[in-house]
Protein backbone atom coordinates (compact mmCIF):
# COMPACT_ATOMS: atom_id res chain seq x y z
CA UNK A 1 0.00 0.00 0.00
CA UNK A 2 1.25 3.63 -1.29
CA UNK A 3 1.38 6.50 1.43
CA UNK A 4 -1.08 8.09 -0.37
CA UNK A 5 -3.85 5.22 0.20
CA UNK A 6 -2.33 5.15 3.76
CA UNK A 7 -3.62 8.64 4.47
CA UNK A 8 -6.88 8.56 2.40
CA UNK A 9 -7.63 5.53 4.33
CA UNK A 10 -7.44 7.06 7.36
CA UNK A 11 -9.28 10.41 6.33
CA UNK A 12 -12.04 7.98 5.44
CA UNK A 13 -11.89 5.97 8.08
CA UNK A 14 -11.93 9.51 10.35
CA UNK A 15 -15.10 10.44 8.42
CA UNK A 16 -16.86 6.92 8.88
CA UNK A 17 -16.09 6.98 12.47
CA UNK A 18 -17.00 10.38 13.40
CA UNK A 19 -20.18 11.09 11.19
CA UNK A 20 -21.55 7.65 10.07
CA UNK A 21 -20.45 4.93 12.64
CA UNK A 22 -22.73 6.42 16.03
CA UNK A 23 -25.85 6.52 13.74
CA UNK A 24 -25.89 3.45 12.05
CA UNK A 25 -25.44 1.84 14.65
CA UNK A 26 -28.49 3.69 16.58
CA UNK A 27 -30.44 2.27 13.62
CA UNK A 28 -29.23 -0.90 13.15
CA UNK A 29 -29.23 -1.44 17.06
CA UNK A 30 -32.93 -0.09 17.34
CA UNK A 31 -34.37 -1.03 14.55
CA UNK A 32 -38.16 -0.47 15.84
CA UNK A 33 -40.65 2.03 14.30
CA UNK A 34 -40.02 4.64 16.38
CA UNK A 35 -36.29 4.79 15.71
CA UNK A 36 -36.92 4.63 12.05
CA UNK A 37 -39.71 7.37 11.93
CA UNK A 38 -37.39 9.17 14.56
CA UNK A 39 -37.51 13.33 12.48
CA UNK A 40 -34.20 14.00 14.54
CA UNK A 41 -30.81 13.86 12.13
CA UNK A 42 -28.18 11.49 12.67
CA UNK A 43 -24.15 11.90 11.85
CA UNK A 44 -24.75 15.83 10.81
CA UNK A 45 -21.76 16.99 8.83
CA UNK A 46 -21.20 20.24 6.89
CA UNK A 47 -21.33 20.15 3.13
CA UNK A 48 -17.79 20.89 3.33
CA UNK A 49 -16.96 17.60 5.14
CA UNK A 50 -19.11 15.65 2.84
CA UNK A 51 -17.03 16.65 0.30
CA UNK A 52 -13.99 16.39 0.96
CA UNK A 53 -15.26 12.92 1.88
CA UNK A 54 -16.37 12.43 -1.70
CA UNK A 55 -13.57 13.85 -2.79
CA UNK A 56 -10.87 11.95 -0.95
CA UNK A 57 -12.96 8.73 -1.91
CA UNK A 58 -12.40 9.66 -5.97
CA UNK A 59 -8.61 10.65 -5.12
CA UNK A 60 -8.84 6.24 -3.16
CA UNK A 61 -10.13 4.72 -6.48
CA UNK A 62 -7.89 6.49 -8.85
CA UNK A 63 -4.87 5.37 -6.12
CA UNK A 64 -5.87 1.69 -5.67
CA UNK A 65 -6.66 1.51 -9.43
CA UNK A 66 -3.14 2.73 -10.53
CA UNK A 67 -1.36 0.72 -8.05
CA UNK A 68 -3.46 -2.62 -9.00
CA UNK A 69 -3.37 -1.84 -12.44
CA UNK A 70 -6.59 -1.03 -13.91
CA UNK A 71 -6.19 3.08 -14.30
CA UNK A 72 -8.30 5.39 -12.19
CA UNK A 73 -12.20 4.70 -11.04
CA UNK A 74 -15.29 6.86 -10.69
CA UNK A 75 -17.63 5.97 -8.19
CA UNK A 76 -20.39 8.39 -9.87
CA UNK A 77 -20.05 6.46 -12.78
CA UNK A 78 -23.36 4.15 -13.11
CA UNK A 79 -22.01 2.13 -15.64
CA UNK A 80 -20.29 -1.12 -14.22
CA UNK A 81 -16.68 -0.21 -14.77
CA UNK A 82 -15.36 2.04 -11.73
CA UNK A 83 -18.78 0.91 -10.06
CA UNK A 84 -18.82 0.69 -6.37
CA UNK A 85 -18.12 -3.59 -7.19
CA UNK A 86 -14.72 -2.34 -8.43
CA UNK A 87 -13.86 -0.65 -5.40
CA UNK A 88 -15.30 -3.60 -2.80
CA UNK A 89 -12.79 -5.92 -5.51
CA UNK A 90 -9.85 -3.74 -4.97
CA UNK A 91 -10.73 -3.42 -1.14
CA UNK A 92 -10.26 -7.36 -1.45
CA UNK A 93 -7.36 -7.24 -3.19
CA UNK A 94 -5.53 -4.59 -0.92
CA UNK A 95 -7.04 -6.73 2.26
CA UNK A 96 -4.88 -9.74 0.54
CA UNK A 97 -1.91 -7.49 -0.19
CA UNK A 98 -1.89 -6.34 3.21
CA UNK A 99 -2.04 -10.12 4.69
CA UNK A 100 0.34 -11.43 2.60
CA UNK A 101 2.91 -8.44 3.72
CA UNK A 102 2.17 -8.66 7.21
CA UNK A 103 3.26 -12.49 7.34
CA UNK A 104 6.43 -11.53 5.32
Avoid at 65 to 80: A, H, K, Q, R, Y
Amino acid sequence: MTQEIKNLSDKLIYYRESYIRDSRNKIIGHADKETLMWKNTLGKHTEEEANGFFSNLQKYMDSVGCLIGVGPGDFTNPDPDGSGTDLILCLRYLREFQETESQN
